[in-house]
Structures are given as C-alpha cells and as structure tokens.
C-alpha cells in the first residue's frame, strides 16, 4: 500500500519509487526501485541509491505489521508463503498487433523464400524469426507513399518495437538488397525509438546499441534507432553503450566524445576487429563471444578519452 507508483513490468518483475532514498524529490515521476525474481525468492534493486536487499526487508521497512505476519507464514506456513505476495492480474500482452495483420513473420515462410534465406544468412537466432515480419510493399504498408515514385517500392524485413507491455509503437524496415536508406523507421506512436523494451531485464546491466538486430546478439540490451542516446530513461551506471566500429567515421567519434563527456560507459574496439557491426562480427566468427569482447573493452571517464585518442584514423 505504501510503495509510489508501483507497477509490474512483466512476470516476477515489479518497479516503483524507492523507499530507501524517496527516489527523486524534484521528479515525482522517477522509480527507479525493482522487486526481482531469483529462483524461489523475490529481492531489491534501487538504481539510484543502489541498495539491494530482500523482499522481506522491504516489506519490514514499509510496513512492520505486514512483515510480522509475513515472517509467521514464511516459517510456519510451508507452502502457504505465496499467499502473502499480493495477486496481480496479468495485463493481456497476448492483443494482436494491427499494423503487422497484413505480414508474415520469416517463421511461417519456407526455406526457400529470399526473406527467410536473408534472416538466415545473417545468422540471427531463431527464437526471433516469430517477431521478424516480411513486408512486400514497404511504402505502401508504412504510409510513405505520396512522396516516393512508384518504382521504387520495394520490399523490406520489419522488426517491430515494442514497448514494455508488448503493444507495437513502430517498426523498422531493414533492405534486403542496397536499397537506401539501408533502414527506415516509422512510429505509430511518438515514443523514443528504443527497440527490445519488451525483453530487457531492467533490474541487470543494460547493453545499448544502434541497430536493433545486433541487439539480438546481446542478451539483455536494447538498441536506440537514430543513435540517440541522449534520452535513455535508464541511469548511466546501469548502461553500456556499444556503439558501430568505425574509426573513420567523423560522426560515430564525436557521438563518442559527447557520451564520454557525459560519463557514459562507452566500448571502444580492439584494433584487431575489423568488422563493422555485431552480425558482421558474429558472421566471421560465428564463436566469438561478442559479450565477452564488450566486457573486455569498456571504458569511462579518462581511460575511454585516451583509447578513442588512440583508436580514432581521423
Ligand atoms: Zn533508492
């Protein structure tokens, strides 16, 4: 009854304002506390104070008499623990997703067809094929249409982003072939463009980066369309940002220098990789262990200035 703006993220994750350190005075709006599930017990993670603790010490702090009762059942009542974690009544994620009615997902098409075949060349991993669509006429599906000649319609693989209940917000159309712009994203609600929301763990470090199908590779992390990490809703300390390996791009360096200045954990890669992106790093080392690489090569503060000094070729 007394935690602020409690809500449940999704099944056996709950976030509300921390009442630890009260959260935000100035914004009232801020939860940055999670009740998360580890095997057969719940426990506490604030993301602004960074206390951790068990559920029963919050329930303690919140409320002794609760806690009292709590403690009774815990020990005496063998099986009937349960009963004292309030019931919450599932939101239905399950609602069908009107803009992508008139797609197929790439796991209902056969082996033979360019967009299956394209999914699977690259290499990404199946259990996504039922959340990645094929879309024949992409301009006629995402409205783009009175600006672009005819003949240049043409088909393009959609991978929805949805947020934190699964409801679609928008989608971006990747080419099959060099079709520019390589990606185009469209919203259907005006949200940041942050794909994966409806994965994340957000009681765990956060990976963040720009193309959302690198982002499959990456357990736990999210991609930013457009690059704009800016507007994470997300504390620093929780994130790592992992942006494209392009020393010789004016741009990429300078997103990189304004994220360093901003005391964002940033990856600088090793010169040893040459690839561009995570799939292409995962499609010429399909062992390698692109985590392991990141955790490897993460920097902050003084120590990233000095790689990206020392990795920038402009
Ligand atoms: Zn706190």
Redesign the pocket.
């Known amino acids: 009854p007394r935690l602020d703006r409690f809500k449940k993220v999704r099944d056996n994750l709950f976030n509300f304002r921390?009442?630890?350190?009260?959260?935000s005075q100035k914004f009232q709006n801020k939860a940055?506390?999670y009740f998360y599930r580890k095997k057969d017990d719940f426990f506490y993670k604030?993301?602004?104070?960074?206390?951790g603790t068990t559920f029963s010490k919050v329930i303690q702090l919140i409320d002794s008499e609760l806690y009292k009762e709590f403690c009774k059942e815990k020990f005496y009542g063998d099986k009937e623990e349960e009963k004292t974690l309030p019931t919450f009544t599932a939101p239905k994620f399950k609602k069908k997703d009107p803009q992508l009615e008139s797609l197929t997902s790439i796991n209902k098409l056969n082996g033979s067809h360019p967009a299956r075949q394209f999914v699977e060349s690259r290499q990404i991993p199946k259990e996504f094929y039922s959340d990645l669509y094929f879309c024949s006429k992409f301009f006629e599906w995402a409205h783009i249409g009175t600006t672009v000649p005819r003949r240049q319609e043409h088909p393009r693989l959609v991978i929805p982003f949805r947020d934190e209940t699964g409801e679609v917000f928008a989608a971006q159309g990747r080419a099959f072939g060099n079709e520019t712009p390589k990606y185009l994203t469209v919203k259907f609600q005006d949200k940041p463009k942050i794909f994966g929301l409806d994965r994340v763990d957000l009681s765990r470090h956060l990976y963040v980066v720009e193309g959302p199908l690198d982002s499959l590779f990456i357990d736990n992390s999210l991609a930013v369309a457009g690059a704009d990490f800016g507007h994470l809703p997300y504390e620093k300390e929780q994130v790592t940002i992992v942006l494209d390996n392009e020393p010789r791009s004016r741009e990429i360096i300078k997103r990189m220098e304004h994220l360093i200045e901003n005391n964002y954990e940033l990856v600088i890669w090793p010169d040893s990789i040459q690839q561009k992106d995570i799939n292409d790093m995962v499609l010429s080392d399909p062992k390698c262990d692109i985590l392991k690489i990141i955790n490897k090569y993460k920097f902050s503060g003084l120590t990233a200035k000095l790689k990206l000094a020392d990795w920038k070729r402009i």
């Open positions: 921390c009442p630890y350190c009260g959260d940055r506390g604030c993301h602004n104070c960074g206390v």
